[in-house]
């Protein structure tokens, strides 16, 4: 190596910016930028330690005066089962149950060293852990530090860490596995989010940094990143933002320096094995990190993404960040799959997956979908999953659905097929018992699993409800209305809900059948299920009155129909009924839905024969499809669907079978 190379990369290691000129993405900014993160970091990947500096800019928001900073250190829960994320799960985590012997090189923590302010004011003194959310002192995910100077109204304070991030080996979202690959999430002293008053309806300013949770994620400000990671030459390595230098070291390893603008977090990767598959859709440059074992479904990740990108921009609005970084899990790594960071998402796939499993497809664009929904507009994932997972959940059905078939789009194979959406609204109408819970209550108080069928199943019925009963142009603009007016910021559940009551007025003023806030009360804070049903239908052909003075009326082959509908559910929708009479007319009968049982009387030359509660299927919260037709004519064709469908099966038995004789 020469000298002036030696020499240049000393140079670059002391003082980078002289070398490449750190980029600006965003002139205005997007957001606010209230939390700030400058970062330098080593992976040692022999213990499994990141060790490194931060300096922090954080600016007070709001009229309070500020004497305490709250940090998430999230890696702590896996520092030993006491933690209250480990406590919940009872020691299995995802299906892996934790045993007493593990190795310490499983466990993670951080551990802060040092704080103090640029001015070099040590904090270390003031630190200390706190249970927000729960009484068990054992518990170190929030740590608070106590300022000896406080931060006055719309006042910054520059802080100064030193730490260490002990990943531990992947259980949840974060950590490492075999073949050094990497996953780093949530794995820096991260701070809170302090809500002036009014935000997010708070009486009085606040800070909101809940303990880590089983069943919840995360909340954070908006900031810019700017990070530098030092690792060995033989890892690849993607993260959010851009990387715009890279600069290998006298030691052997290279140090990537990336920048983010505008986002909430920070996360990234490294493996030796990963693939760097590039793409582009517009001024958005795609880059698919995959197991090379994998290669051969890479189409079907860009396929997907693009779909995302192309519908969101016309729907919504277009994306503004230049890059995405899809990653493809190995295996072993496969509980890092499946979630969402600013400008990098993690999906999984198989190599041997079948083209009619669109699970890949679907968890792409599911997790795409986050970049606008908690990533751009930065709902409380803590507090209020529903309105990011819900939200996400509704665009990936119908993105899915479009592409793949309302039918298809889920599975897809010879003899079985469902869509997306069906598979989505089946989920929280199999639940055991739908009443359990609302989608209000704190995520973390609900029995494992419920509250995942509920923020995304459940959420996406009622959204699916709410365009049945609204129309999806007047869905679509409530959508784009609430991006437009709450990205960058922090909204709560009643800020979703008066851009929807306040859009469709608009929209639909005098034609509006729905009370939107009774909708969502419902919906949120209610535990009722929607079922509706039709009891009977009943024809009496009317018969000429007898008796003193009788008149002559009605004449001859005239019929009284009577159809009865019930509530079971105690939740009340509008509705709509469609009654079909014997010369194959019909006729629509709309109701408020408000009584417990309804009587349709109809009397005419006709007699009904059939009748159908909700016969476009708008209401996609109804618990039960079958209880929502009747008829006095048999109907045969079930039967033989059914039987032909067991006779082709059959045949393909008999064609395997005969074949291996």
């Given amino acids: 190596m020469s000298h002036i190379r030696i020499c240049l990369l000393l140079l670059s290691t002391l003082f980078p910016c002289c070398l490449l000129a750190q980029p600006t993405l965003f002139s205005p900014p997007l957001s606010p930028r209230i939390a700030n993160y400058d970062m330098h970091i080593r992976l040692d990947t022999a213990s499994k330690r990141i060790m490194g500096n931060s300096r922090i ?47 310490e090189k499983e466990w993670g923590y951080v551990e802060v060293h040092q704080m103090k302010t640029a001015a070099g004011e040590d904090l270390s003194a003031g630190m200390h852990y706190i249970q927000p959310d729960d009484s068990n002192a054992h518990d170190q995910t929030v740590l608070a530090v106590d300022l000896p100077q406080p ?5 910054e304070i520059e802080l100064e860490l030193s730490f260490t991030s002990k990943l531990p080996r992947i259980l949840v979202r974060t950590g490492w596995s075999l073949d050094h690959y990497y996953l780093a999430v949530q794995w820096f002293p991260k701070l809170g989010v302090y809500e002036p008053q009014g935000v997010r309806y708070a009486p009085q300013g606040r800070w909101n940094c809940h303990q880590y949770h089983r069943s919840a994620e995360y909340y954070a400000d908006f900031g810019v990143y700017d990070v530098a990671i030092n690792v060995p030459q033989n890892l690849t390595v993607g993260a959010s933002g851009i990387c715009w230098d890279s600069l290998p070291q006298p030691d ?44 051969n479904q890479k189409e079907r990740y860009l396929k997907a993404v693009k779909h995302a990108f192309a519908f969101f921009d016309t729907t919504i609005a277009p994306y503004p960040y230049p890059n995405l970084t899809i990653v493809d899990p190995p295996m072993h790594g496969l509980r890092s799959g499946a979630m969402e960071y600013p400008t990098l998402i993690t999906a999984s796939t198989f190599h041997y997956l079948s083209d009619g499993l669109h699970l890949t497809e679907a968890l792409t664009v599911h997790e795409f979908c986050h970049q606008y929904f908690m990533q751009m507009v930065a709902s409380n ?50 639940m055991p018992n739908p009443r359990i819970g609302s989608i209000s209550q704190l995520p973390w108080e609900l029995p494992e699993g419920v509250a995942h069928t509920l923020n995304y199943f459940k959420a996406s019925a009622a959204l699916y409800t709410l365009e049945g009963l609204l129309g999806r142009p007047v869905m679509d603009s409530i959508f784009r209305t609430y991006f437009h007016r709450w990205k960058f910021r922090h909204p709560h559940s009643r800020d979703f809900v008066a851009v929807a009551a306040e859009v469709a007025e608009r929209e639909l003023g005098h034609d509006l059948r729905l009370d939107i806030p009774f909708f969502f009360e419902q919906v949120l804070q209610g535990t009722e299920v929607c079922d509706y049903q039709l009891a009977a239908i009943t024809n009496h052909e009317l018969q000429p009155p007898f008796g003193l003075q009788a008149p002559t009326l009605p004449p001859p082959g005239q019929y009284e129909s009577r159809i009865r509908i019930e509530r079971p559910g105690g939740m009340v929708l509008p509705q709509e009924v469609m009654l079909y009479f014997e010369n194959d007319s019909s006729q629509l009968i709309r109701w408020d839905g408000k009584d417990r049982f309804k009587e349709i009387v109809i009397c005419g030359n006709q007699r009904v024969l059939a009748a159908h509660i909700d016969p476009f299927y708008k209401i996609h919260l109804d618990l039960n499809y079958l209880n929502n037709s009747l008829s006095l004519q048999e109907r045969s064709w079930p039967l033989r669907k059914y039987a032909l469908k067991l006779l082709w099966w059959l045949q393909q038995l008999m064609l395997i079978f005969g074949g291996c004789l």
């Fill in 57 to 103: 800019l954080w600016r007070n928001p709001s009229t309070d005066t500020i004497h305490q900073l709250q940090f998430h250190t999230y890696l702590n829960a896996f520092k030993n089962t006491a933690s209250t994320l480990l406590r919940e799960t009872h020691g299995n985590v995802f299906g892996k149950q934790l045993q007493p012997d593990m190795p």
């Fill in 151 to 155: 931060v006055l109204p719309g006042e």
């Fill in 252 to 295: 052997g390893s290279i140090t990537y320096r990336y920048r983010a603008e505008d986002v909430i977090d920070f996360a990234w990767t490294a493996s030796p094995r990963f693939v760097e598959v590039k793409d582009q859709w517009q001024h958005v440059s795609i880059r698919l990190l995959m197991q090379p074992e994998h290669l």
């Fill in 381 to 430: 994932e803590m507090e209020e999953p529903w309105l990011d997972e819900g939200l996400t959940s509704y665009f990936e059905e119908r993105i899915m659905d479009a592409v793949y078939g309302p039918q298809h789009a889920n599975i897809d194979l010879p003899g079985f097929h469902i869509g997306d959406h069906e598979a989505s609204r089946d989920s929280y109408t199999s």
